[in-house]
């Protein structure tokens, strides 16, 4: 059975950290791009950071750059995305996917996401 599975999510204060993991079952990640979206209430769906499959090139949108980092384990068929700095606008629910072709997508595989909420 093909799945993407995410953890990792919580509270956390501004300015804290957190790892987001995105475990895949049923496929191995190191043949796709991941990529990691967050969405926040009343808001759509933005795209924070990918990893591609070929060169394993990241990529971040220009409000995470500095602050959040993509990796992968291809033993533990594993991503991650660290969050450090984090603030209350990066309050969302955030989801992986998988894609067999690039980071701009289509994207094949979709996890069921994780809240992460920043607040003092």
């Known amino acids: 059975q093909v799945q993407l599975v995410e953890s990792g999510g919580g509270l956390v204060q501004p300015g804290g950290s957190l790892r987001l993991s995105c475990a895949a079952s049923?496929?191995?990640?190191?043949?796709?791009?991941i990529g990691w979206f967050r969405q926040a209430p009343g808001k759509e769906r933005e795209g924070v950071s990918c990893?591609?499959?070929?060169?394993?090139?990241?990529y971040y949108a220009d409000s995470v750059k500095g602050r959040f980092t993509i990796s992968r384990d291809n033993a533990k068929n594993t991503v991650y995305l660290q969050m450090n700095s984090l603030k209350p606008e990066d309050t969302a629910v955030y989801y992986c996917?998988?894609?067999?072709?690039?980071?701009?997508?289509?994207?094949?595989?979709w996890g069921q996401g994780t809240q992460v909420t920043v607040s003092s």
């Open positions: 996917a998988a894609s067999r072709y690039y980071c701009s997508g289509p994207w094949d595989y």
């Open positions: 049923g496929f191995t990640l190191d043949d796709y791009a």
């Open positions: 990893i591609s499959s070929s060169d394993g090139s990241t």
